[in-house]
């Protein structure tokens, strides 16, 4: 089964800038939409981050980092997605999530962990105070 294959994270100290990668194990698959969820340290929840609509390239990202994380995609493939992060702070520092969604997505819900049915093994991304 395909699975999903994360790069970038480590460690950064505030004020800097990463990049996530997030691409699938099989080329020939595609997905309607990607994203990222993430979990802080000690804490349950994992919440969006952003997510793209892979055909269109419609976005949307989690309060907290609007205006510092980019999402963009690859369009030839529709299965690699890319996270700039910047301006990045020591509340950015998580476990980040790549997910995907490989039937038609509802857009309304792009928050939603269920409409996604790939998820990556978690990169960790830790940013000095």
């Known amino acids: 089964q395909e699975r999903l294959v994360e790069s970038g994270g480590g460690f950064v100290q505030a004020g800097g800038s990463l990049q996530l990668s997030c691409t699938v194990s099989r080329r020939a698959c595609s997905f309607y939409a990607m994203g990222w969820f993430r979990q802080a340290p000690g804490k349950g929840e994992r919440n969006l981050v952003a997510a793209i609509d892979m055909s269109g390239g419609t976005t949307s990202y989690g309060e907290s980092v609007k205006g510092r994380f980019t999402i963009s995609r690859n369009t030839t493939f529709l299965n690699t997605a890319y996270l700039q992060m910047n301006a990045l702070t020591h509340e950015d520092t998580a476990n980040y999530f790549c997910?995907?969604?490989?039937?038609?997505?509802?857009?309304?819900?792009?928050?939603?962990?269920?409409?996604?049915?790939?998820w990556g093994q978690g990169t960790q991304v830790t940013v000095a105070p």
């Open positions: 997910v995907a969604s490989s039937k038609p997505f509802v857009w309304s819900i792009v928050g939603a962990e269920d409409e996604y049915d790939y």
